[in-house]
């Protein structure tokens, strides 16, 4: 299922490949023709415009990297100028762009699928002229733990061990310090946690599968799941995550991240011993009124 692991962090020099991206390029073309589920997308799409509306400058030079399909189609109202970059049937992570050649570049739910995200944002911020603005949104956090903890419940028990099916996803840490990595100035991570409630975790399969975000993980199991399992495996999803009603909860958390170019004209922070006013004096003042 949908994922992009924290370990991209800790070892940015060799990145394993994690993610068949050629897979999901025709997943989600799949996805796309069968009819898609957007809400997740609907939301991030929404999200972005007011996020957009709320920077006080024109953008002449803006891309809009891998989100699927037309998920922000409708900024182009406000930004003439975008281009979409989408992902290609190699799944190739090398991005077109010139040094210093865009001033904005936007993406929704597809970082997350990137096997080398640090060098990904690294490239970005090459790209972005200086003052340029990154801004994205990717699935981290919790998303899908219920889903992870039923499967591997299921499989240790029917199977006697745990095949890879939901990657585990980088966090709000991770991403801010990839973001300080490549460079970027002002950066700034958040999460916007959503839960959705389904009938029962093949409903929410079927979904995954109609966002192009069933499991691409390269070490993904290759040989049909077995009927008991999957049927254990939902049963456990019941147990631990349903409601009241019987109706499950889904967790998905969209980690929303920005950064500028380094600009001279960007706020900056003080230098070590530069304040002019004593934080301990400032405490003993405070105290006295």
């Known amino acids: 299922m949908i994922g992009v692991t924290s370990g991209m962090v800790q070892s940015p020099q060799t990145p394993p490949a994690l993610f068949d991206r ?10 796309q023709t069968q009819g898609e589920v957007t809400f ?7 999200d972005m415009s007011d996020r957009l509306a709320a920077v006080m400058r024109e953008f002449h030079a803006a891309v809009d990297l891998w989100t699927p399909g037309e998920g922000l189609a409708a900024l182009r109202t406000r930004l003439p100028s975008l281009q979409r970059i989408a992902l290609d049937a190699a799944g190739s992570e090398t991005l077109p762009f010139a040094p210093e050649s865009l001033d904005l570049v936007v993406s929704a739910l597809a970082l997350q699928f990137v096997n080398d995200l640090p060098g990904v ?13 990154l801004l994205a949104a990717m699935i981290g956090g919790d998303s899908l733990t219920e889903l992870r903890q039923a499967f591997a419940a299921a499989e240790a028990e029917c199977e006697g061990g745990v ?41 929410l399969m079927q979904d995954l599968r109609r966002m192009g975000a069933a499991n691409v993980l390269i070490e993904r ?10 049927l254990r495996m939902a049963e456990i999803y019941t147990e631990r995550f349903a409601d009241a009603d019987g109706r499950i909860r889904a967790t998905f958390d969209i980690i929303w991240l920005s950064g500028w170019a ?11 011993g530069s304040a002019k006013a004593s934080l301990a004096e ?3 003042k405070a105290g006295k009124e």
């Open 22 to 31: 050629a897979l999901l390029q025709s997943r989600q073309r799949r996805a």
């Open 40 to 46: 997740l997308l609907d939301r991030v799409a929404e």
């Open 121 to 133: 944002l690294a490239q970005i911020r090459r790209a972005l002229k200086p003052d340029g603005l």
């Open 163 to 203: 095949s890879p099916r939901v990657a585990p996803f980088a966090d709000l840490r991770d991403i801010g310090a990839l973001l300080q990595r490549a460079g970027f100035a002002l950066p700034v991570t958040d999460v916007d946690r959503v839960v959705v409630r389904y009938s029962n975790a093949f409903a």
């Open 221 to 230: 199991r290759r040989t049909p799941s077995r009927r008991a399992t999957l």
């Open 262 to 272: 380094p600009h001279a004209s960007q706020q900056q922070p003080l230098k070590p």
């Open 282 to 284: 400032a405490v003993k």
